[in-house]
T-cell receptor, first 112, second 114 residues
Framework: GENVEQHPSTLSVQEGDSAVIKCTYS??????FPWYKQELGKRPQLIID?????GEKKDQRIAVTLNKTAKHFSLHITETQPEDSAVYFC???????????FGSGTRLQVQP | NAGVMQNPRHLVRRRGQEARLRCSPM?????VYWYRQLPEEGLKFMVY????????ESGMPKERFSAEFPKEGPSILRIQQVVRGDSAAYFC????????????FGPGTRLTVT
């Protein structure tokens, strides 16, 4: 089955700086890669996703890149704000199971 | 994603009791997924259901756990004879169709076993 590795596990940045979170996956058949933001005690919220036929996708301050050959994808947040502080999870869709396999999460702290 | 409803939000059970967790998908969504999240960990897939069908239960423990999604009413995750290790947040997610990959999560049920 699919295995997703995520790093770093914690990331602290100054307000206004950029943050980058990286994930690798094992199943070359995976073709959908969402990113979720989870605040303490809340539900995971889908913030951006990318499909395997696209190399990059951007939505305002958030962008995701995908390298299918290397089987890794990254989340980029620019001009970080304190409200970006949360745990971010990457995931890959296991096409054989139709279930998302999640990374272990990155706790992002944006210092004002 | 605010449309996925789960109840109860918090559930406390003593060891050996049964826990029933409910999930109502977003309107128009007929696919439900259950995930479990242990403290400080990521989400782990448990089961994928469509109306009246279990499509994939490979992530669910073979004993004590069961799930259903009847023709009418919410999806239910049932845990019999709960143990302390079952304490976790249980999230359900829904999607509209197999061809639509996006999954939207409910607020979760936090189960505490005492």
């Amino acid at each position: 089955g699919e295995n997703v590795e995520q790093h770093p596990s914690t990331l602290s940045v100054q307000e206004g700086d950029s943050a980058v979170i990286k994930c690798t996956y094992s199943d070359s058949a995976s073709n959908y890669f969402p990113w979720y933001k989870q605040e303490l005690g809340k539900r995971p919220q889908l913030i951006i996703d990318i499909r395997s036929n696209v190399g990059e996708k951007k939505d305002q301050r958030i962008a995701v890149t995908l390298n299918k050959t290397a089987k890794h994808f990254s989340l980029h947040i620019t001009e970080t704000q304190p409200e970006d502080s949360a745990v971010y999870f990457c995931a890959a869709l296991d096409t054989g199971r139709r279930a998302l396999t999640f990374g272990s999460g990155t706790r992002l702290q944006v210092q004002p | 994603n605010a449309g996925v409803m789960q109840n109860p939000r918090h559930l406390v059970r003593r060891r050996g009791q049964e826990a029933r967790l409910r999930c109502s998908p977003m309107k128009g969504h007929s696919h439900v997924y259950w995930y479990r999240q242990l403290p400080e960990e990521g989400l782990k897939f448990m089961v994928y259901l469509q109306k009246e069908n279990i499509i994939d239960e490979s992530g669910m423990p073979k004993e004590r756990f069961s799930a259903e999604f009847p023709k009418e009413g919410p999806s239910i995750l049932r845990i019999q004879q709960v143990v302390r290790g079952d304490s976790a947040a249980y999230f359900c997610a829904s999607s509209p169709a197999p061809s639509s990959y996006e999954q939207y999560f409910g607020p979760g049920t936090r189960l505490t076993v005492t």
